[in-house]
């Protein structure tokens, strides 16, 4: 079973067959389209407000341009230490701004910490020309470290960034799996908690490639479109991209993908965490579990073809997906009691 | 009917079948599945060498990341002055280059010059810090005006890109057409001719967005994969991506398409050229039209739903496609004869 | 006699006195200094108006960073196919903006025309994705063909301009030298006739290496002081840029300057164009001139030492400065009457 | 006093003398001057070995380009936290690099530590492409926490650098500093110890404004003279840096000013930390002192005029010069001691 990443998944089958049925008949090009007209009319509904959207196929093309319309060269963009723009990107928003500066910083739980950034905005040189200029803040939701920022905790980091009139990012590449665990409003965790722009992810959870940039504040796009197209990521044949991002709204199943997720996460993190010597690093609040497992119960696992990353020492990740099954889910718990018993009559 | 471009139409079946069925079952992401390794293989028989191909989404990244693996930003790629990398493009190929300029040259039906080349290149102040430095030269295949370059054309170019040391890039975004038309195989269209890089296009033959960038010197691969990453074009699900490439392949679906688009182009442009008062501005060589009609004939084909650019004055173009219907092309010819009758009754 | 170009003399006394004198005491670093302010003050003086005043070393620098504050990356920068700024930079316009894209218009006597400019932003595509978006005008004053741009003529293009809402920028590094022809003062010949942005030269004309970016709109300068710090055009010891400046303004030393190295060019010119063979290419309005020569007159005085640029074919460009000595000027007439009259005795 | 920083200097008048000898009769443009080349012989002989020389008018420059040289936009660079080139460039680095990111690290006495360079390398994922690829490693010396790097710790940094195929660059904004200091020859310090480029600073220690970028390997040194073309960097009038820099080695010159600058900072340092309540937050082994006052101490000396940064709570910075006066010293450590006193009698 290969608990790996959400990203060795497929596509599911109703995104599947609304790519498909989207196929049929000409269609304007480059997002001209009707289909793209109505996702962004969905996405509207859904966060209950006006918003501009752009249809992408990458999570790093979503952050990279929304971080590029935020941040001119010269800018400093903080986000947490482990965010993945920040380590997993190859320098993809440096290549987008034209060399802004990512300022990592630390924060548990792969949370950006209020005071924290507060303090690194109190002495970041504004107005200084020896130094780059605060741009922007970004924040992941759910977090690398597989944790959810509650509507307090993002508007406890927008507060700081507003204070310092900074626009705030959401790279939600997991945001379903965060309002599926939350349940508040996709609005309450975006703009009504100070959030400006939102990489609102569906590749990983359950599309084939698609992520939409969603501005709450429009004039914060105005550049977008020609960074999109100057980047190649302006689809010609758009409505494949708003295909998948039709189906993945419709009849809410990004939710429901999202809840399955999560709780194959819940399943698979309560059933070895109740293991002996097996730990968890972080609470599990999405659908990444980070956990410490004895050595010997890694390598029993993987010799019996599980997959997952070592990640640090012991402690591995496992990912579950929106078509993880319970039953593989059951199966590696199983496993697991096995070869934690039998650790326990060798020693 | 909708003659605007080949990208307004969806995909071809087979591709679709292709990319449904790939979708069971995890695989590894970011390319590194066996299906990302057969398109590979398949390019690699089908050019008869080794190379090393990368897919990427759209026409726009293939040649802006290949150019960009090729140019430093104090380099000049030489393209024609029409050419889509230098005028519809936003400038992605100044993005991913960090600043390269492109030059443009003229050329008759949209083909690059090999005098014109070379009389360039020969004052092109080649390590003089005061001018950008020769770097690249790229041309489209087909051209941007409709027409081919014939193996010995090609050649004919690289024989003077080679004379200054410079890497061959070929934007082949309709290279299937080419194919189709000239009847050459693609190694002698590619790299017995001198070519070390082609963008080959897969979406406006067919494919939902997918393109492969083929390297012939894998020497000039290095700095690609990195490239592509940090410009948001690596898919994580990539199998979607291997997946059109490889139904695009199989069974010669790529140059059936092609053949079809460029069928019907050719009865189209027939057609129409036959009428009154009708002039072809470029021979038809692939599946592009590029057709001067009298004004009321515009108009009269306008109003009675048609679609198609203007491009200069009374030159429209007109885009056949691997899925245009024959009933079409000859419902427009039968409508542009009975607009020519009808004008010339008036006068 | 060294004709090759104005920057091969070294720096007018009074600079290099206004240089040492500068160099005593401490004085606060990065343009916090007392002289910098001066010079913002002389230049304000000189202009009649309020300016926003950037030193900088070089003419790259000044110019590039100008275009960098006016035109995003994808951007279109409208200059003469001969600017500096186009073909003498290796794409230092390019690189502080990131890819913006210089288009190179044609235009007598390396002028650019309004009505080309105008047609040229009239299909520029503004507001179509697939487009670099207009984004600056960039004239040079006197220009690279060593006329000079009138007030109304700057104006316009200036109006041109204004009407697509695209800022002016003038590349002055001969800007004294226009001036001294003219007549007109320095207001009128800028922003009484639309232009936003100077770079203003002294480098050529005395100076050691220094230039001032002037901007008449004190909100297109917001990001300017980043981007010079940024692009390591900030210096420490400003003291010593603006020494320069206030030196080169100081008793209008400025304009002697350039009004010595006109009149020197029109000696020389006049005095070679009275000779059988010779045609002047362009009218001599600055201290450069364009002119063609009988090939063995060519070869004459660069056999008796005479440094000059062959330009293209038979026409050279010989440059007179600020502290070229009329007797070298005549002594090269006088070679080239002997050259002149030895050749048509040979005939 | 003005302890500042050592640019808020004027120029040596040795450096005065030679820049004004070098402003008479004409001479090649752009660095083809016989200047230049002497400059190169001098640092050839001086560093003894076969270099190539770029001189460049500010650090940031020498820096910036210096990196641009050694690292690909997807780049790595690693660097001391508190370094120069990663705080206080207003992001040159990542400017002149198009995007590389700088990778601070931590290190006592604002060195780099062997032991934590290796750790990063180790996992810096070398060939993943999802981040950064290792690109360079640079270091300053003297240090910007006013030490210096001996041979052996300079050694011990090149190792681990060559180990994972790393040039090395060395930030020598003070580099003569540490040379006064160490009494090791400037070969001992850089290439023998495996340093590849070094930016030989000249500012900060009696020029106006002259840097010279030193390569130990030629063929890291290629794209050098375009980058700096390209940057605005490269002098018309370039006799004007190269005469800086001759002065400036001629007859010792450089090592004479930094001696004196150095045992001004050992003269002052040593008479503070000798009053109660005053600790050097690091040792003193260049110009600079990092030293922690009482804070009725700092408040007595800015009221009586001595200029100093506050670098953090009480600690501030002080920076002795080429032309810093002993009585000046003097002075100051009089003023401290009645401030001192001052303050025991009250308490």
Chains 1, 2, 3, 4 share one sequence.
């Not at 006006?50 to 986000?79: D, H, K, Q």
């Not at 659908?287 to 119960?297: C, D, G, K, T």
């Not at 199966?331 to 697991?336: E, G, K, Q, S, T």
């Amino acid at each position: 079973m290969n608990f790996t990443s959400d990203n060795v998944t497929g596509a599911a089958p109703e995104i599947l067959k609304a790519l498909t049925d989207a196929s049929s008949g000409p269609t304007p090009s480059y997002g001209e389209d009707p289909l793209t007209a109505r996702v962004t009319e969905r996405i509207a509904a859904l966060f209950e407000r006006e918003v501009v959207v752009f249809p992408v196929a990458t999570g790093s093309a979503a952050n990279a341009l929304a971080l590029a319309a935020l941040a001119p060269p010269y800018g400093a963009i903080y986000c947490h230490e482990m965010s993945h723009v920040n380590t997993d990107e190859c320098g993809a928003p440096e290549m987008f701004t034209a060399g802004a500066k990512l300022v990592g910083l630390p924060g548990a739980g792969g949370k950006l910490d209020p005071a924290t950034l507060r303090a690194t905005l109190d002495k970041s040189g504004a107005g200084n020309v020896h130094h780059v200029q605060p741009a922007a803040v970004t924040l992941t939701q759910a977090t690398e470290s597989g944790t959810v920022y509650t509507p307090a905790e993002v508007a406890a980091l927008a507060e700081v960034a507003k204070a310092f009139r900074l626009p705030v990012h959401m790279d939600g590449a997991r945001f379903a799996n965060a309002v599926a665990r939350l349940g508040y409003s996709p609005a309450d965790l975006t703009w009504r908690a100070g959030v400006d722009v939102l990489s609102f992810g569906a590749t990983k959870n359950g599309a084939l490639a698609a992520e939409a940039v969603v501005f709450f504040r429009p004039e914060l796009a105005e550049s977008f479109a020609f960074r999109r197209k100057r980047a190649g990521h302006l689809f010609s044949k758009m409505r494949f991209l708003s295909a998948q991002l039709d189906g993945y709204l419709t009849d809410g199943l990004w939710l429901r993908l999202a809840r399955h997720a999560n709780a194959m996460a819940d399943r698979l993190s309560a059933g070895l965490a109740a293991l002996p010597g097996v730990t968890l690093r972080d609470p599990v609040e999405a659908n990444e579990i980070f956990i410490s497992l004895p050595e010997p119960m890694i390598l029993g696992l993987e010799h019996r073809g599980y997959g997952f990353y070592r990640w640090d020492g012991q402690t591995v990740r496992l990912v579950t997906a929106w078509n993880t099954a319970a039953e593989d889910v059951d199966r590696m718990i199983a496993d697991a009691t096995a070869l934690a018993n039998a650790c326990a009559q060798d020693s």
